[in-house]
């Protein structure tokens, strides 16, 4: 059970598993946040009981780790970072960057509204080597958390 947790950062649509007696039930985030809901959250998604005694083991398909990842928040570093190199490669890297996300998350990332997974940092990170630019991506902000996905 993890029991420092901010229940208010649960995706209200993320599935919980109540299942105790798995044998990976101390190692998964399911599990851990499941068994520790407190008693103002009244409503919560769960994993059917009689599936997750089936499930239960080492091949369950909704088993998630409990690790958290570093995130980052937003790109106002990153586009004043742009700015120290050659115009071509900032031009070609921030449309690239625009252009994987897409305008609205790409928006939603640049004002901190949504994080980066460290997936798309290291796509980020791809572009500048691409261009020959060895210095890491620069993003306003650290976040550590659990992954919801």
Known sequence: MITDFDYNELPTSYTLCLHEGCPRA?????????LGVPAERTFIH?????????????????FRPIVKYSYARGIESLLRQLRSFPYDDAV???DKVY?????????EIKHGDRLVTPEEQAEIRKYFLKR???????????????SFV
């Open 92 to 94: 070609w890297i921030k």
């Open 132 to 146: 020959g630019i060895t210095a890491e991506p620069s993003f306003d902000e650290r976040v550590e958390q659990f």
């Open 46 to 62: 769960i994993l059917s009981p009689a599936a997750a005694r089936r499930l239960a083991g080492d091949q369950c398909p909704h």
């Open 26 to 34: 101390a190692q998964c985030l399911r599990c851990a946040l499941g």
């Open 99 to 107: 252009n994987f996300f897409g305008r609205w998350k790409y928006y």
